[in-house]
């Protein structure tokens, strides 16, 4: 067994009912700036705001360079209707040997409660497991972070860890649990 490398053959676009999951573009990089700077977007991710544009434009050319060399796949998630970004998720890690990827992403405060991001990571987890042949997905995520915890377990999720003090941000230790999905268990709703 091993994962569907055709996949990086050409970017795989893919469509839900309200978003289209495409390619982060450079010209998406003020809409990613605006999203990342937020503190609420940041308030469960270890990182610091993005300060500045061009900070949004490296991030867009690494995620393109990452997908290249078949380490990463990032999508940029776009409203439909008026082809707005308002989010991006993706595969932030493939482990090719052992047919795993990590999962992660954000999206706009905007959108929050609309259960638009369960359409994003259901389309994404179906294309890993369906088109790649991943065996297991892997998420993870502040323990704090309810929203993203409810839709990990409505999925199929299951909470495989959790790390006491394992992220060091901002002057303060924080927890970090780890939830999967394999194959199999997963439970589409949409």
Not at 47 to 55: C, F, V
Not at 125 to 133: A, L, Q, T
Request: aromatic content about 10%; charged content about 25%; glycine content about 8%.
């Amino acid at each position: 067994m091993k994962i569907n490398e055709k996949v990086f053959e050409s970017f795989p676009v893919l469509k839900t009912q309200r978003l289209t999951l495409r390619e982060i573009r450079l010209s998406d990089a003020a809409e990613i700036f605006a999203m990342r700077s937020s503190g609420r977007v940041n308030q469960f991710i270890a990182r610091d705001a993005m300060s500045s544009l061009e900070s949004a434009v490296q991030l867009a050319e690494k995620t393109s360079q990452a997908y290249r060399q078949r380490q990463a796949i990032g999508w940029a998630g776009v409203l439909r209707e008026n082809e707005r970004i308002i989010g991006t998720c993706g595969f932030n890690q493939i482990d090719f040997a052992n047919l795993r990827a990590e999962i992660g992403g954000e999206m706009s405060v905007d959108y929050w409660g609309k259960h638009i991001a369960l359409e994003a990571v259901e389309a994404i987890v179906r294309f890993g497991i369906e088109e790649m042949k991943l065996h297991t997905i892997e998420a993870k995520v502040s323990p704090g972070n309810r929203g993203a915890i409810y839709l990990m377990e409505h999925i199929g999720f299951r909470k495989e860890a959790h790390f006491t003090d394992r992220v060091f941000f901002d002057g303060k230790f924080s927890d970090m649990a780890v939830y999967t999905l394999i194959a199999g268990n997963e439970k589409f709703v949409l």
